[in-house]
C-alpha cells in the first residue's frame, strides 16, 4: 500500500497564501492525483485533480486561485493556494490513484482567519 503525506498546513490570514506538499512513499504507477478538502460541517469535496499527462482540473470555488502541481521525480504533487479566504478553511486531503487501487493522506488543516 502506498504512503501519502501531506504537509504545509496552517493558519494564515484572508488574503495568504500556502503551498501543500503530498508525498507518495514510492511511484506506483500513479495515474490521478487529486486534493480534496472537508470544512467543518460540510461533505468532502474535490478541490484539484492532476493527471498523468500533466493535465489539471480545479473546483469552480478555486479556479484561479489555487495551482495543482507534481515533482514525478520526487513522487510529490502540490497545492498552491493563493487569495485565500475564510470559507476554504477546511481539511485538506491528498488522493492518488493507479492501478492497484487508490490511496488516501491523513490531511493537513488549513486556516484562514476574517
Known amino acids: 500500500q502506498v504512503q501519502l503525506m501531506e504537509s504545509g498546513g496552517g493558519l494564515v490570514q484572508t488574503g495568504g497564501s500556502l503551498r501543500l506538499s503530498c508525498a507518495a512513499s514510492?511511484?506506483?504507477?500513479?495515474?490521478?492525483m487529486n486534493w480534496y478538502r472537508q470544512g467543518p460541517g460540510k461533505q468532502r469535496e474535490l478541490v484539484a485533480t492532476i493527471i498523468s499527462g500533466g493535465s489539471t482540473n480545479y473546483a469552480d470555488s478555486v479556479k484561479g486561485r489555487f495551482t495543482i502541481s507534481r515533482d514525478n521525480a520526487k513522487n510529490t504533487v502540490y497545492l498552491q493556494m493563493n487569495s485565500l479566504k475564510p470559507e476554504d478553511t477546511a481539511v485538506y486531503l491528498c488522493?492518488?490513484?493507479?492501478?492497484?487501487?487508490?490511496?488516501w493522506g491523513q490531511g493537513t488543516q488549513v486556516t484562514v482567519s476574517s
Open positions: 488522493n492518488a490513484c493507479g492501478p492497484g487501487g487508490c490511496s
Open positions: 514510492r511511484n506506483f504507477g500513479i495515474n490521478f
